[in-house]
């Protein structure tokens, strides 16, 4: 019994002296307001008959871009402020307290929701340890934690990668009109960037906050609802899709030109290695975008044109090939490539020069070099030519032709002329003289038809041609590679205006 009462002496003596549990005089004011505000605060009740909604927004980084599902994901810090008539209290009765912080999930709140969110709920998420500024004139500042927000947005990539897109982020309240609730933009900190983080393939060149006015989604209210829109310009930074893909394709034009100095098994192949490689970085780029046929991609028509430039330089490739494998070409063209050559590439063709007749003598089938003085002698400083035919021909002494000659013993019978000369024991006869040469009837052989070469008439027949063809097709190589020099300078001409015209309209859209 004495140790209880003991007891109960010790608890008041900690209760009522030593002051334990009790609140100090600021806090005790402070608890005795808020509870005083929401003692009889109905959360689902608006403040006014119309409730001013103001809006900011701190940006804090773009988070990504999504060219090909349409979304750009954000992080930012936004804030509502409206007036709320029920909160406001007197200073100077309540402890000089201007500021208290109260729970969002006690108060009414605008439901403010993004209009454009690609997320499955556009709310503003409010969690249950949010706070709510509170001011003694009943004004409420809410300021949410950092939101990533994932709205819709619509690209224009025509110009890509020099293109430029406007983003935006619509806040509107879904269930309530202009007849309840008004946004307004705050004109002295319309969105502030001071902490906002650089893209690394994106640059925010500027941002704007405007209300646009809507239809009502209420089917009982003739009102409208006021939409407010943060806007963000955006400016692709190009060096990457520059350097991973329109200066390598732009490397590949190069060595489709550089092909034109193959030869033709070469060309083709390299060709073939150029439409490989323009198929893959298309097909790159391609998976960057959505499918849509409202304009057409400069850098697919970049693309297109890099692939017609080889195939028709594949075309005429196997064009030039069937010129020179024929030895026959179209007379227009034959004569449009002698132009060329004469007039145009003058320099890479020049007139084929006239080598100078040398003294030569024929010695048991062989063609010399007339060098010592008697050579120059026996031939009278005169070309030689074949006795019969009257022509000196090295292909025929290549064929080992025979060539008349008048033996030793039968020189008794030849006349006696200065038409005859002799060179290493054997006879020949001068040019300008050939019809005094004799021969003794009793050796006489059946005469050839053709006296100097031993052939028949279809042989010389088919010789002359074969050497004429071979003389042509030599002209035909010639003609195709002054045509082939202006193809080149064509395709080099079409490449160097189409692509300048190209960049520079896109680097000005």
């Known amino acids: 019994?004495?140790?209880?009462?003991?007891?109960?002496?010790?608890?008041?003596?900690?209760?009522?002296?030593?002051?334990?549990?009790?609140?100090?005089?600021?806090?005790?004011?402070?608890?005795?307001?808020?509870?005083?505000?929401?003692?009889?605060?109905?959360?689902?009740?608006?403040?006014?008959?119309?409730?001013?909604?103001?809006?900011?927004?701190?940006?804090?980084?773009?988070?990504?871009?999504?060219?090909?599902?349409?979304?750009?994901?954000?992080?930012?810090?936004?804030?509502?402020?409206?007036?709320?008539?029920?909160?406001?209290?007197?200073?100077?009765?309540?402890?000089?307290?201007?500021?208290?912080?109260?729970?969002?999930?006690?108060?009414?709140?605008?439901?403010?929701?993004?209009?454009?969110?690609?997320?499955?709920?556009?709310?503003?998420?409010?969690?249950?340890?949010?706070?709510?500024?509170?001011?003694?004139?009943?004004?409420?500042?809410?300021?949410?934690?950092?939101?990533?927000?994932?709205?819709?947005?619509?690209?224009?990539?025509?110009?890509?990668?020099?293109?430029?897109?406007?983003?935006?982020?619509?806040?509107?309240?879904?269930?309530?009109?202009?007849?309840?609730?008004?946004?307004?933009?705050?004109?002295?900190?319309?969105?502030?960037?001071?902490?906002y983080t650089e893209h690394p393939l994106w640059k925010l060149n500027g941002t704007d906050m405007v209300v646009i006015r809507s239809a009502d989604r209420t089917p009982f209210e003739d009102t409208y609802n006021d939409v407010i829109t943060i806007q963000l310009y955006l400016q692709r930074k190009p060096l990457y899709f520059i350097m991973n893909g329109i200066f390598a394709c732009w490397i590949l034009n190069c060595v489709t030109l550089l092909s034109y100095t193959l030869p033709f098994g070469s060309q083709i192949g390299l060709c073939m290695t150029c439409f490989m490689t323009y198929s893959v970085y298309s097909l790159n780029f391609s998976n960057?975008?959505?499918?849509?046929?409202?304009?057409?991609?400069?850098?697919?028509?970049?693309?297109?044109?890099?692939?017609?430039?080889?195939?028709?330089?594949?075309?005429?490739?196997?064009?030039?090939?069937?010129?020179?494998?024929?030895?026959?070409?179209?007379?227009?063209?034959?004569?449009?490539?002698?132009?060329?050559?004469?007039?145009?590439?003058?320099?890479?063709?020049?007139?084929?020069?006239?080598?100078?007749?040398?003294?030569?003598?024929?010695?048991?089938?062989?063609?010399?070099?007339?060098?010592?003085?008697?050579?120059?002698?026996?031939?009278?400083?005169?070309?030689?030519?074949?006795?019969?035919?009257q022509k000196l021909l090295p292909s025929c002494f290549r064929w080992n032709t025979k060539v008349v000659t008048i033996e030793k013993k039968e020189q008794p019978s030849l006349v006696k002329d200065d038409t005859l000369t002799k060179i290493n024991n054997h006879y020949f006869t001068l040019v300008d003289k050939p019809e005094l040469v004799t021969m003794d009837k009793t050796n006489e052989k059946p005469k050839p038809t053709c006296d100097f070469c031993d052939r028949c008439e279809t042989c010389q027949a088919d010789f002359d041609k074969d050497k004429a063809k071979g003389k042509n097709k030599k002209d035909i190589e010639g003609r195709c590679s002054a045509l082939n020099y202006f193809i080149f300078l064509i395709v080099l001409l079409f490449i160097t205006v189409a692509e300048l015209s190209l960049w520079i309209s896109m680097a000005n859209n």
């Open 288 to 389: 960057l975008f959505p499918q849509q046929s409202q304009y057409l991609m400069m850098i697919t028509l970049y693309f297109m044109l890099s692939i017609c430039w080889t195939l028709i330089s594949m075309i005429w490739f196997v064009i030039c090939n069937h010129f020179i494998s024929k030895a026959e070409m179209p007379k227009f063209l034959y004569i449009f490539a002698g132009q060329l050559q004469k007039k145009v590439f003058l320099f890479c063709f020049p007139p084929p020069k006239d080598d100078k007749k040398k003294d030569v003598i024929v010695n048991n089938d062989e063609l010399k070099k007339s060098e010592d003085k008697e050579s120059i002698q026996a031939t009278i400083i005169q070309e030689k030519k074949c006795a019969s035919c």
């Open 1 to 195: 019994m004495i140790k209880l009462v003991a007891f109960f002496i010790l608890l008041n003596y900690l209760f009522y002296f030593c002051d334990c549990g009790s609140l100090p005089a600021s806090q005790a004011t402070e608890q005795t307001l808020i509870t005083g505000l929401l003692s009889s605060y109905n959360k689902n009740i608006r403040p006014n008959t119309i409730v001013s909604i103001d809006i900011t927004a701190a940006l804090q980084q773009i988070v990504a871009i999504d060219e090909k599902q349409q979304t750009m994901t954000t992080s930012s810090f936004i804030s509502q402020t409206w007036v709320d008539s029920r909160l406001s209290w007197t200073p100077s009765s309540n402890g000089n307290i201007d500021v208290v912080m109260l729970p969002v999930t006690s108060l009414w709140i605008p439901d403010t929701m993004i209009l454009n969110s690609a997320d499955s709920s556009g709310y503003l998420t409010v969690s249950t340890y949010s706070l709510a500024s509170v001011e003694s004139t009943g004004q409420v500042y809410m300021i949410l934690p950092a939101l990533t927000v994932k709205t819709r947005c619509n690209f224009n990539v025509q110009y890509f990668p020099f293109d430029k897109q406007v983003c935006s982020i619509s806040l509107t309240s879904w269930s309530q009109g202009s007849s309840r609730l008004v946004y307004t933009e705050n004109s002295t900190a319309v969105i502030d960037i001071s902490g």
